[in-house]
């Protein structure tokens, strides 16, 4: 049995309405309803999900066009057509533009509709699986990533547990030795005993540097369970699958995240020197924008022999933010650069690599509608430019 698709007639021609709704009734997978107002298929959408909505161009309390754009944006998966008189094609086709998947003017063939709305469901459907296809390949290369880090995650994560089961062990021998003095205090006050002897027993215990050292070991082990706290985290939110949905965030947050994953590949190859400018909230995917980093920065790392540099900054300009990270490192020849985001391409060896990392990082950038460039030379280094529109 094939899927039901749902239409929602929106025309305060009563008589149209009518007309479709019958038509509609002939075909075995159409279910339709019927508003005549822009307020009404508001209310519609609210409380019921519609593959199609078929929108009158003039409306008593919308322009179809303000109309279209509203239902576009309240449900992103909606299907829209518009419906038209012949004086008002003109629009129609610019409704096109702005998202719609045809027209119809009247009178119209219900055949010719009914043939374009199940074109456009297939076409609807074959782009829900390429970009659940998508999606998999997005997150296969990321678990890839993670894998050619996971070794120097682990020693980012094993540094601080090795100091702070360090300091727990001091800190409990100098427990040891305030309860030893603790008690030879009490039995003191209880004798009566001299002081003289309680303070020989304070410098024998070393207690004054004791009580110095314990604020030290703990503000130290604090400061390495909150990096370890970090890394989990940022490697936790980097690692999980992509909900697809987009949310308000700082793009220098994210720089830093990515940093924080992948700076075991770089602390030993090279300094890193960070110029973050001051930039606004964007609509974005943290996670996706956290991997088009990661690969870079990775990549910059891997091109340094010993003692690089990677220079990383960030602007706003013209409301567009702007994210360059440099290499000082072999630099790559125009042929490569030209390959460079071909899905599979990679100068690595066998095993090293999947070929995926940049073609991925460039659908990325894509789906943020901004744009990646890259410019190498070789002997000198690498510099990758991201540019991406601020969207509220």
């Not at 076409?123 to 990533?145: D, F, G, I, W, Y």
């Not at 909900?243 to 994210?254: F, H, L, P, R, T």
């Amino acid at each position: 049995m094939s899927e039901v698709i749902n239409i929602l007639i929106i025309d305060d021609n009563h008589e149209i309405c009518q007309i479709m709704q019958e038509s509609f009734k002939l075909q075995d997978n159409f279910r339709s309803t019927a508003v005549y107002c822009g307020n009404d298929a508001i209310k519609a959408l609210e409380q019921e999900n519609f593959d199609i909505a078929l929108v009158d161009i003039d409306l008593p309390d919308y322009d179809g066009r303000i109309l279209l754009k509203v239902l576009l944006k309240q449900h992103p998966d909606l299907l829209c057509a518009m419906i038209t008189g012949r004086d008002s094609t003109t629009n129609a086709i610019k409704a096109l533009k702005e998202g719609a998947f045809g027209y119809f003017a009247k009178p119209f063939a219900i055949e010719e509709v009914s043939h374009d709305i199940q074109e456009a469901i297939e076409k609807r459907n074959l782009t829900r699986k390429l970009k659940a296809s998508q999606a998999q390949v997005v997150q296969q290369e990321k678990m890839a990533v993670i894998g050619q880090l996971a070794a120097g995650v682990a020693h980012e994560v094993n540094n601080p547990v090795g100091f702070i089961n360090s300091n727990l062990t001091t800190l409990r021998k100098y427990f040891g030795r305030l309860q030893e003095f603790i008690t030879a205090q009490d039995t003191a006050l209880q004798q009566h005993s001299p002081t003289a002897d309680i303070d020989e027993l304070r410098k024998k215990l070393n207690l004054d540097y004791i009580l110095a050292d314990i604020s030290d070991l703990i503000n130290e082990s604090q400061d390495g369970t909150e990096r370890i706290k970090k890394i989990v985290q940022d490697l936790k939110l980097f690692s999980r699958q992509d909900s697809g949905q987009k949310e308000m965030a700082d793009i220098n947050e994210v720089v830093e995240s990515a940093l924080n994953i992948a700076w075991n590949e770089l602390k030993y190859k090279c300094t890193v020197n960070k110029n973050l400018g001051k930039l606004p909230l964007t609509m974005c995917s943290p996670q996706k924008l956290s991997q088009v980093f990661i690969n870079i920065l990775v990549n910059g790392a891997h091109s340094i022999e010993k003692n690089g540099e990677i220079d990383i900054n960030t602007t706003h300009n013209d409301n567009e933010i702007v994210v360059t990270i440099a290499d000082n490192g072999c630099g790559m020849p125009k042929d490569v650069v030209a390959k460079i985001f071909d899905p599979f391409f990679t100068t690595k060896e066998p095993g090293k690599g999947t070929g995926l990392g940049m073609s991925v990082a460039a659908e990325i950038i894509k789906a943020h509608a901004g744009r990646i460039e890259v410019d190498s030379t070789p002997g000198r280094g690498t510099v990758f430019k991201i540019k991406i529109p601020v969207q509220e």
